[in-house]
């Protein structure tokens, strides 16, 4: 079996594949249309199979040695509560939380791997000759789309995104759920805290944006208040929510999809980083095992697909059920019984 691979996009699940593929013996070019990796964006979550992922792939280390990287012991207390400040549900620290800005973290997978910058990535020319082509170029992949059509084409969930990161610790974490809005709060290691807002909308907003969250989060109380005052207009970042379609394979010939290309999700379990670097893991993994690279690809399919599909409509599910407009007291009464009931068992 040939070992030649082109990678089309350097996000975190086309440097996880690239990386994966090498250490298994594979020559890989990676092309990017950027003229760089980006060097803004938040910290993120690592769950613990991203973690073992990154070990496997040879990234594990020189994440954790950037600047970017914050484990934190025991993990912080988290609440849920309303914008009143009333509290749904508390739970106290527990497992161990790792978190990584995003910039250190494709740094850290960039290391060592050729990356061709400036390339345009809708040229099939450019790889027609590769034995295997990976589609890692985002939520709205071209790949994709040549692969299966208008169709699978990225689907928006009718909500929009703000987030960012501000200086300083705060005294509690956890989400703030209300009619059409939520507003999250995590930490971003000792001294920064992360947080997030979202809302029921059609489409994304113009610049400024900090007029528009004070106006909607600034009156609600508690740890909102103390984040909203710390937010500065340049830091914010501003997006629409979008998901991939359940696709009927991640593979079709010598393609092979990985990350958001193949399971955009919205961010409302945290997981999208997390399974596109498993992605890239296991693609590796899968065509260094097999005989063919049909196989490969086919058990690379088998392990990833029906996963991530299920975290798709996982996220999308929390999203409404964490915003929903109607029905809100009820539900709100029931996590509150949940609660009351779980805290014996958690305290």
Partial sequence: MRNEAVIIGAGIGGLSTARSLARHGWSVTVLEQASALPSTGTMLGMWPQAVSALDAIGA??????????????????????????????????????????????????????????DTRVDDPDLYKDAYLVV??????????????????????????????????????????????????????????????ACINADSTFDAPHLPRLTERF???????????????????????????????????????LVGDAAHAMAPFLGRGACESIVDGAALGRAVAKASTLDAGLAA????????????????RLMGRFAMMRTGVQARNAVIGTIGKLMKPLIS
Avoid: C
């Fill in 60 to 117: 594990g280390e020189a994440a954790r040695s950037s600047g970017g990287w914050a484990h934190i012991s025991g993990g912080a207390g988290t609440r849920l509560w309303t914008p009143e400040g009333r509290t749904l549900m508390s739970a106290p620290g527990g497992a161990d939380l790792n978190l990584v800005a995003r910039p250190a973290l494709l740094a850290a997978l960039a290391r060592d791997v050729d990356i061709s910058f």
């Fill in 135 to 196: 589609g890692a170029d985002g939520t709205f992949s071209r790949s994709r789309h040549r692969m299966f059509g208008d169709r699978f084409s990225a689907r928006p969930l009718g909500a929009v995104a703000w987030r960012g990161t501000v200086p300083g610790s705060v005294r509690e974490h956890g989400e703030i759920w209300a009619p059409g809005a939520l507003f999250g709060i995590t930490p971003a290691g000792p001294d920064a805290t992360n947080w997030y």
């Fill in 218 to 256: 600034g009156s609600w109380r508690g740890t909102v208040r103390d984040v909203m005052d710390r937010i500065e207009e340049d830091g914010i970042l501003h997006h629409g929510l979008f998901e991939t379609p359940k696709l009927p394979s991640f593979t079709r010939g010598n393609t092979a």
């Fill in 300 to 315: 690379y399919d088998r392990a990833r697909r029906a996963r991530s599909q299920r975290l798709v409509r996982s996220s």
